[in-house]
């Protein structure tokens, strides 16, 4: 039998060799491991994992590397392959059985990460396999890129695994009633760096973030994290009414995507626009999908609009101004504290261009520009003068 990875699984006393010693001796195998289990109900008994890699490897080579073959009473040989098994499952699972870790396996002696002797970061590997389904700690999109990172043959699988988990953590929220959540309004002209302060701001924060993909469907790439940038936002992306309830710190609920709902769970909401918050909502029509729509909002309405936002900023070209919110107006409240804006020193600072002329000169041939011809050249001058 040809294996990308398999489990051996032998009594201790029937062992021969040094594992680790055997294990060191043949490249083929890329990664190992093994612990004694002894605290079971059973015989004291070895579990080695070994994985190969992107290659296959023939158990009955495996056995005799490992010395696994005997001679039973009859005096009938036997190669020792029946103590080698295909690995069930995901390589993690595999690996958590080595210390019980296994949810069927509770019931069992939990034997310590430390026990396990490996040729890699054992915990990490074990940790990394926890992220599965964990919501509350990791977004769809950081367990989506934990899921790319496997080998090829368990990819899809636990895809699919995880967006059916994904689908029922996103119905689960939809139950909840109240949420945490804090709204940051950056307001300024184009090129002053607002989206700039926005990602720094988030990563500062330690949150995994998206930025919205257009104004069309601002929701479309969302995928779980706990901040999203709604980047140049206007107020004709959505009407008044479903962005006082994406912005509603006391209610969850589903926000329109082109293709499904979309269920915000995040902890940080950064809007991003030219326009101050004053001057939302204000016109008396709106243009949606080519058609010119009269709208009539209350005082009262954009009050619940204004107290909404919990941080005001305003970004002009040197300076960051950051306000605690907005009054019942909709304008920055007190003073405010100023900051320098570093985004105007990068600007100044050189940079590296893409030396575009090298790059063509490497698959065109420069065609020579006509020469200009003085008129000199032309006509013979006598004294420096012109003949007419």
Known sequence: MVLRQMEIVTDADKLKVDIQETCMNYKTIKQWAYILHDKDDTRDHYHIYLNFGNSSCDTAMVAKWFQLGYTDEKGVEHSGEQFIERC???K????????HGNDSQKNKHQYSPDEVIANFDFQVEIENAKILGDFEKYSYAEQIRYVNSLPLSEKAATFSKLEKLWKLHCQCLALKTDRKLNVIFICGKGGTGKTYFA???LKEQKLDFCISSSSNDPFQDYMGQKGIILDDLRDDVFDLDDLLKILDNDTLSSVRSRFNNKVFNGEMIVITSPVPLVYWYKSGSIVRNGVMRERHIEFDTLDQLYRRINCYVVVSE???????GVDKFGKPLGEGVVY???VYGLKSAPKEKFDFAA???KICKRREKPKQID???LVELKDGNLPF
């Open 88 to 90: 069930k499952g995901r």
């Open 92 to 99: 993690t699972d595999v690996l958590l059985y080595l210390t």
């Open 199 to 201: 990602k720094k701001f």
């Open 318 to 324: 040197k300076e960051v101004i950051m306000y605690d």
């Open 340 to 342: 320098e804006n570093e």
């Open 359 to 361: 790059a063509f000169d």
């Open 375 to 377: 008129l000199s050249e």
